[in-house]
């Protein structure tokens, strides 16, 4: 037996005998009481020492964090308090990266007005302001700036405070917005006059954030989230009625999949969307005559996904039906819209994958993304002549901005890269000329020119390329000597854009070199790298990871060891599984509220997400094979006894996606596990969510912390 080992066991049966359930002193790491818990699935029998830690009434908490089990919280507040002891040398560090970042920022700064009819609508902050407000000035008729709702004002009071949506009545008299006001993502929808900025009586509460307006300016459809925080109903309310007569248009009976709403393009049709990580089922109402039953689109087929738009009385659909694997477009009669009747508009092309499109009364815009680039293609509805958008870098982040006109010849888009701050453009789909809105400026100073973008290829086990996307200043050595931040999701099919981060620029300027890998799991090349890194191919998503590390090594800039790495939520889970697998080529870690106790929260059907994760990890209650598979990767269930690089990991109280005590088992675990000294730190905010803190500087000043815990460990002070 290593000495390694009998420290371990000894300080397991240590923290056993502790008349103390946890240490409250912020110098000695706290220990969490081991409390055998067993599960038994599948003949199967785990005994989870950390159960405890995931509140009996989670639910309530949600609601209501002050009500959390006693014993919980201080455990939680113990880890706080070390991870604040720990990080106190690093205070001044923290300041002067926050106040890097801030500077940054042009506080003073506002979106580019959108027209709709007389009005053009936008969002600003003020010098000092943490929250957005919502304003509009007259576009076709003279009319002052109108704040219709300000955050900074709502806001006071409140820990926590987000606005998840607004949305004015298509006839400008009257706002819809929703507020949550302790991170849970359980929102309370409010109408104000924007006449007068008067509120009405109208409250809805319980809801996910997603409604949309009908033609008529009084009617708004809602969802609403189930005793499971999963949204499974649409709801019809007329502004100015009691809530409580409020008519169910649509409720979801299978809680795997979730309800959202969205509006055509032409604002025809509300549409109600009832979807799954890889099935969709559309059904869609008449915005103009928002009492009708919706009328469904197509059923459901196990696999296949669709979205619509509409134009002259033809849906216009991507979908991935018959094997289109990166999608296709097809069109159908608005009367007729059943698979029968589908007709091919782009046809499916391999390794081409359409991403997304926006409709307009004389053109079809889409966005494709072929080897982890993203381009704009216009194809014009009369001629069918279709062009691309052109741009210019190696690598580079692009997206439509959409608008709430349909008759125009503009098209707006965004564009940004590692170097370059986000531009707002509108382009002329006519004449295919360009104009520049707005770029983000940087008060401080910046100039691109002091830092390069790269896209180099790492080999994968298997021999596929995988992209990673390089940031850093022209001055660094590329040696090996500097110190790499490799960024990493894999999960969902979200793609990592390469766009501008101002946060990255306090690393980069600092000496490190910052990668992000695309890695399979994402869809930076196609359906097919999405499908390659889920379910029972999800390993690929963590060997991917280490082979961009390794990749990075072989071309000499990087050593092993000297590589920090990042990642949040399925990120975080990326994080765990990559740091059991290869602790030696990691210095630092940094997991924000990771998804690390994978195969015990898709064992729970009560949590919000558990039936709908289903497609993307596999059930592994129903399926032998998937459990197996699942616990072979799992962070939570791979912790062992050897050494580990040094870890931050971060959680919110009210966080409904990860819950917070997954990351709070797995600290509690490693603590118990590992054989080094490195430091193991948890921090949990105790008034917010997944998305952590609300107001934009309070964001700064987390991503302050973490990018100072990784200095820290490498021993950079300043």
């Excluded at 409604?211 to 309310?237: I, N």
């Excluded at 659909?317 to 009367?335: H, S």
């Excluded at 580990?644 to 997954?662: C, K, S």
Aim: glycine content about 8%; hydrophobic content about 35%; proline content about 6%.
């Amino acid at each position: 037996m290593t000495v390694a080992i009998l420290n371990t066991m000894i300080r397991k049966i240590f923290s056993m005998i502790k008349s103390e359930p946890m240490s409250a002193s912020s110098n000695v790491p706290p220990s969490a009481p081991q409390k055998p818990h067993e599960i038994t699935i599948h003949g199967q029998t785990r005994v989870d020492d950390y159960a405890w830690l995931k509140d009996e009434n989670w639910q309530q908490v949600m609601h209501d964090p002050s009500v959390l089990d006693a014993d919980i919280r201080a455990y939680l507040e113990a880890e706080n308090s070390y991870t604040l002891d720990w990080m106190s040398d690093t205070h001044d560090l923290q300041r002067a990266l926050y106040n890097e970042m801030r500077g940054r920022i042009k506080e003073d700064d506002s979106t580019v007005p959108d027209p709709d009819g007389p009005y053009a609508y936008y969002v600003r902050y003020v010098d000092g302001g943490q929250h957005p407000k919502y304003c509009r000035c007259g576009y076709k008729i003279d009319a002052p700036e109108m704040i219709l709702l300000d955050g900074d004002i709502e806001a006071e009071g409140s820990d926590y405070y987000k606005i998840g949506a607004f949305a004015h009545s298509p006839d400008h008299m009257v706002g819809a917005f929703a507020e949550d006001r302790n991170g849970s993502e359980i929102f309370r929808i409010k109408f104000r006059r924007l006449g007068d900025g008067t509120d009405l009586d109208d409250v809805i509460e319980n809801s996910s954030a997603d409604f949309e307006w009908a033609e008529d300016g009084k009617t708004l459809f809602y969802t609403v989230l189930d005793e499971s925080h999963r949204p499974s109903k649409v709801m019809r309310h007329i502004v100015g009625t009691p809530t409580e007569d409020d008519i169910l248009v649509f409720e979801e009976p299978d809680p795997g999949f979730f309800v959202g709403l969205s509006k055509t393009e032409s604002r025809s049709f509300i549409l109600i969307d009832s979807h799954d990580h890889e099935t969709s089922e559309v059904h869609m109402i008449q915005a103009e005559a928002p009492d009708l039953d919706p009328v469904i689109i197509a059923e459901r087929e196990p696999g296949t996904e669709y979205s619509v738009s509409e134009h002259q009385g033809r849906l216009i659909i991507l979908t991935n039906e018959n094997g289109a694997e990166d999608f296709k477009m097809v069109t159908a009669p608005v009367e007729t819209p059943g698979r029968e009747h589908w007709e091919e508009l782009v046809p499916h092309r391999p390794g081409t994958l359409i991403v997304g499109h926006e409709v307009f009364q004389d053109y079809l815009v889409r966005v494709e993304r072929i080897n982890a680039l993203p381009n704009i293609i216009v194809h014009h509805w009369q001629s069918g002549d279709e062009y691309i958008v052109n741009m210019d870098e190696e690598a580079y982040s692009l997206g439509l901005e959409g608008g709430y006109e349909f008759d125009t010849k503009l098209l707006r888009y965004g564009y940004s890269s590692p170097t370059t701050p986000r531009q707002i453009y509108d382009f002329d789909m006519d004449t295919r000329q360009s104009v520049l809105l707005k770029q983000d400026e940087i008060p401080s100073g910046h100039n691109p020119s002091d830092y390069v973008t790269r896209r180099i290829q790492a080999v994968a086990h298997d021999g596929e390329q995988i992209p990673v996307t390089l940031l850093y200043r022209a001055d660094t050595p590329l040696d090996g000597t500097a110190p790499v931040l490799l960024y990493g999701y894999g999960s969902y099919g979200m793609s990592m854009p390469a766009y501008f981060s101002i946060p990255r620029l306090s690393l980069v300027d600092r000496g490190f070199v910052y990668a992000v890998a695309h890695i399979r799991g994402g869809m930076e090349k196609g359906y097919r790298w999405y499908a390659d890194g889920k379910r029972e191919k999800k390993r690929n998503t963590f060997d991917d990871f280490i082979s961009a590390a390794e990749g990075l090594i072989a071309d000499g800039m990087a050593t092993a060891g000297n590589i920090a790495i990042h990642g949040g939520s399925a990120g975080g889970m990326l994080m765990g599984a990559c740091t059991n697998m290869r602790p030696d080529l990691w210095r630092a870690v940094v997991a924000d509220v990771p998804f690390v106790d994978v195969l015990n929260t898709m064992c729970d059907t009560s949590l919000p997400l558990t039936p709908i994760e289903w497609p993307e990890w596999g059930n592994p209650i129903e399926d032998e094979t998937a459990f197996d598979y699942m616990a072979s990767y799992s962070p939570y269930e791979n912790v062992s006894a050897k050494d580990y690089p040094a870890i931050l990991a971060t959680a919110g109280l009210t966080d409904p996606r990860v819950t917070y005590w997954e990351p709070a088992k797995w600290v509690a675990k490693l603590r118990a596990t590992k054989t080094d000294d490195n430091a193991l730190l948890l921090k949990t905010n105790m008034s917010a969510g997944h998305a952590g803190a609300a107001g934009r500087f309070d964001r700064i000043e987390e991503t302050a912390f973490n990018y100072a815990f990784v200095l820290k460990v490498f021993g950079v002070k300043k």
